[in-house]
């Protein structure tokens, strides 16, 4: 199978694997419902499958590009190449934050998108969360492996610390599976596009999110260990039980409210 699109010889290094099936890019496009006058934000535009048709609806989009290439490619687009303020960065160093008060309508949240570069996109996520308040809502490509992690329910095989994290920040919405034969090279799995939308108030009240994420750490980590055993040095049997969970259960099957519960006292004990 030819690594090369539209010119342009994919790098792995990069995670390129370049969208070229219509019908996916219609249904990822319809997703989005781009509007005027949203502030956009697109990462990893690589060719511009996803970019021409968000083009084709809106007058200004943002792009954030890591491929010198690709930005130099992007930069000389024949159609949309003023509609594009393109950012040639790793978008896990970006700030999110600086990059919406640059945008001409402040008062409007980010609306984040892209198919991600798979071998980024956990950490490229949480770096996201740390400004959900400051996005409306996100769609991302990403392994349909992920997607399925990151909507699972407690009880689920694929319950764990990215499904807590994840509902903690957000509403997560499956929208479509999306086989390897649609992109260019085809990655070796399934793929799929996720909506996550941002809480405006956060489900549960967390004292601390570290703390929050360490605890999920420490519990999933031996995920057939009760948690009695998991968080054993953090934690003691009876606080456990006082929090009215039971110590002898798997991290697997405790909710996020649960989890908060926890984190919340670990770290008014300091911990
Ligand atoms: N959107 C295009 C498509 O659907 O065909 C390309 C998707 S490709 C899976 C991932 C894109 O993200 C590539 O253009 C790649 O160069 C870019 N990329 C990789 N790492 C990045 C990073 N850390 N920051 C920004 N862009 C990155």
Same mark, same amino acid.
């Given at each position: 199978m030819s690594k090369t699109h539209l010119g342009h010889t994919a790098r792995k290094r990069f995670g390129q694997n370049f969208l070229h099936d219509d019908y996916v890019i219609d249904k990822i496009v319809s997703a989005i419902q781009p509007d005027n006058g949203d502030n956009l934000v697109e990462i990893g535009? /690589?060719?511009? =499958?996803?970019t021409d048709p968000v083009c084709e609806q809106v007058d200004r989009l943002t792009v954030i590009e890591l491929d010198r290439d690709l930005a130099k490619r992007l930069r000389h687009h024949p159609f949309h190449a003023d509609k594009l303020n393109i950012i040639e960065q790793d978008a896990l160093t970006l700030d999110f934050s600086s990059l919406l008060a640059a945008m001409? @309508?402040?008062?409007k949240k980010l609306r984040v998108f892209g198919n991600l570069p798979y071998n980024i996109s956990t950490p490229l996520m949480f770096h996201l969360f740390d400004y959900a308040e400051h996005i409306s809502d996100m769609h991302f490509m990403l392994q349909k492996e992920v997607v399925n992690r990151l909507a699972a329910g407690p009880g689920?095989?694929?319950?764990?610390r990215l499904s807590v994290m994840a509902q903690y920040y957000c509403r997560v919405i499956p929208v479509l599976t999306v086989p390897? /034969? =649609?992109?260019?090279?085809?990655?070796?799995v399934d793929s799929a596009v996720v909506r996550l939308v941002p809480h405006p108030t956060s489900p549960v009240n967390v004292h601390s999110v570290d703390t929050l994420e360490r605890v999920c750490a420490l519990a999933f980590?031996? +995920? +057939?260990?009760?948690i009695r055993n998991a968080l054993k040095d953090c934690i003691s049997e009876q606080d456990i039980a006082n929090l009215e969970? @039971?110590?002898?259960? +798997? =991290?697997?099957?405790?909710t996020l409210h649960d989890f908060a519960s926890l984190a919340n006292f670990v770290y008014e004990q300091g911990g």
């Open positions: 535009p /690589g060719l511009g =499958a996803l001409p @309508d402040k008062e689920s095989k694929n319950y764990g390897p /034969g =649609a992109f260019k090279p085809p990655p070796k980590n031996k +995920r +057939r260990k009760t969970i @039971d110590p002898g259960v +798997r =991290a697997e099957v405790l």
